[in-house]
């Protein structure tokens, strides 16, 4: 598949978790980055976390950081996402690709995105 395909979304209380999942096409190439954006209601699609094709560096946007963890499982081309002490500002859908670079002091997407999975968090 040419899409990422989100998954593991759903209704949860704050200060509860979530882990999400996004099953990638299994391209392997230190040129890109993984990651996660998300999009809620009126606003941009904003950056949440990313992680190198190595596996050694991780990065977070600074609402998140100490409460989610990217990681992944190149055995079954999958990326995760687990999202701890979920807040009502975490309320988005959420958004995987898998063909991300840094450069001009931001994160661009290459790669297309998939539909997307639903987080709400209720309070």
């Known amino acids: 598949q040419v899409q990422p395909v989100e998954s593991g979304g759903g209704l949860v209380q704050a200060g509860g978790s979530l882990r999400l999942s996004c099953a990638t096409s299994?391209?392997?190439?230190?040129?890109?980055?993984m990651g996660w954006f998300r999009q809620a209601p009126g606003k941009e699609r904003e950056f949440v976390a990313a992680?190198?094709?190595?596996?050694?560096?991780?990065h977070y946007a600074d609402s998140v950081k100490g409460r989610f963890t990217i990681s992944r499982d190149h055995a079954k081309n999958t990326v995760y996402l687990q999202m701890n002490s979920l807040e009502s500002e975490d309320t988005a859908v959420y958004y995987c690709?898998?063909?991300?670079?840094?450069?001009?002091?931001?994160?661009?997407?290459?790669?297309?995105w998939g539909q997307g999975t639903q987080v709400t968090v209720s309070s």
């Open positions: 299994g391209r392997t190439s230190d040129t890109y980055a």
């Open positions: 690709n898998e063909e991300l670079i840094y450069s001009r002091g931001t994160w661009r997407q290459l790669g297309p």
């Open positions: 992680i190198s094709w190595r596996g050694s560096s991780t």
